[in-house]
Nanobody
Framework: QVQLAESGGGLVQAGGSLRLSCAAS????????MGWFRQAPGLERESVAA????????YYADSVKGRFTISRDNAKNTLYLQMNSLKPEDTAVYFC?????????????????WGQGTQVTVSS
């Protein structure tokens, strides 16, 4: 069983920054692609960013390109999401997830383990 624990969420003003972290419980973290997703109240969960097992390949949703950066530290079993120039529409619960493959994908169905989420609130 893989456990994923997000942290780093909070309240920030528009234009500000936050860095989310996702700690994985298993050493096999480095074998799989990882992703970040978010869900705002009343909306469907959407993909944010994805990264391959080595970190060489990354993908972003159009809404966050140029503002968010996904990265990983396989030695620490940790995934990150650096969020800059935050907007009120970025307000959501953010989830990290582990892909069932080694590649990077924004397809949610490719992910088999999910964290509990961390709240990000951006005030205007």
């Amino acid at each position: 069983q893989v456990q994923l624990a997000e942290s780093g969420g909070g309240l920030v003003q528009a234009g500000g920054s936050l860095r989310l972290s996702c700690a994985a419980s298993r050493r096999t973290f480095s074998l799989y692609g990882m992703g970040w997703f978010r869900q705002a109240p009343g909306l469907e969960r959407e993909s944010v960013a994805a990264i391959s097992r080595s970190g060489a390949n990354t993908y972003y949703a159009d809404s966050v390109k140029g503002r968010f950066t996904i990265s990983r530290d396989n030695a620490k079993n940790t995934l990150y999401l650096q969020m800059n120039s935050l907007k009120p529409e970025d307000t959501a619960v953010y989830f990290c997830a582990r892909s069932s493959s080694s590649g990077a994908t924004l397809t949610q169905y490719d992910y088999d383990y999910w964290g509990q989420g961390t709240q990000v609130t951006v005030s205007s």
